[in-house]
């Protein structure tokens, strides 16, 4: 039975302003999330989610999700596609076509889409997917924020393997990858698979088991993301703090505010990399805080010494607004509140940190201390 519901354009707008607050920085576009939806609803179709365990033991279940940069397309790019005469063939419907070839691939009905991030653009294109395809989406995910890499979801911390995947790009170009040597080499082939679609690929991978899926996933992410730009709507309705609710929905802490001073950024390999800098506002006048992002935000620094690093959560949320921000539109004079909320346990183990989310992993040499410590 379903678990939850989007029903109208105001349900669809809070499930995105709650992706954004989880995406910390990625996690793909609010507009195109938005679009996905608005499409859904006019279209008539049930955007509707079920529980994990509503979900069969012998269920075929995939994982659909968006790989590549978020950074913006410059105009070189939009050059070069055009000199390549590239016709966009799928329109917002490749992640369809890309759970299609999948199944076509393994010969087996797919019981069952498990989105892999709550992001603004990779949480509803899922659900929009399964919509369009009637296939059930489960309420949660396999990593409880945005994350750039294959090695920050549940499964790789679990031993199981993400192949093989399917590949389709909106070019029309589909490819099926039967197996890698290891999990960094199905990350490094799928964002070599973007790079060469100029951007982004569609890709529909780790094929699991009902029961496989409910003992990795991330539960009730999709219900969470709701409550929390419910939260954000009722604040400003209320003329409340909107940060200050949304902090309070998600479980999280505030714990800086300011103004952008800069962002350096990027594009390389498949991700957008940088450095935002915030000089503090209000209680942290004369305090700076710095941001590093691979897509996500993963390493900061209070007054240049190590601070809050993943896989703890850091999101900039507007401080008007209490949108979260994406380090793809964030900009110099941007007014932002930083909250920071507990990842998963899971990754806190030495093998966690090290091999898949600390800030070694990401070539740090810091060690990591938990959020809730700091703060």
Known sequence: MPSGKISNM?????????????????GGSADKGMLLLKQALEMGLDLSWVDPEDVPDDALTVTPYGMGSVAPMTEQTK???????LQNVH???????????????LGKPIGCLVPSEPGAANLPAPLV?????????????YAGRCI???MQSTPYLNGKTSWPFSSVDNWGNVLICKRTQNPYMLERIGKMLAVAAF????MAATPLSGKEMKALVVPHTISKCLKIGQAIRAARQQGADPVEAATQAAGG??????????????DRDGYMFGTTTIDGTGPWQGHTLKCWFKNENHISWLDDKPWICSPDLLTLAY???GAGTSNTTLDRGDKVVAVAMKGLESFRTEFGLNQASGPRYFGFDIDYVPVEELV
């Open 79 to 85: 050059n070069e596609i055009q000199r390549a005469d």
């Open 199 to 202: 951007g982004g690929t569609s």
């Open 319 to 321: 401080a008007d607004t």
């Open 91 to 105: 329109g917002e419907w490749s992640m369809v076509e890309a759970v299609k070839e999948l199944g076509d691939y």
């Open 253 to 266: 802490w505030r714990v800086f505010e300011g103004v952008v001073r800069s962002k350096d950024w990027e």
């Open 148 to 150: 750039p890499d294959e």
């Open 10 to 26: 105001q349900d669809a707008e809070d499930l995105v302003m709650g992706c954004l607050f989880l995406g910390t920085g990625g």
């Open 129 to 141: 997917t399964g919509a369009r395809l009637g296939i059930p989406v489960v309420d949660g995910d």
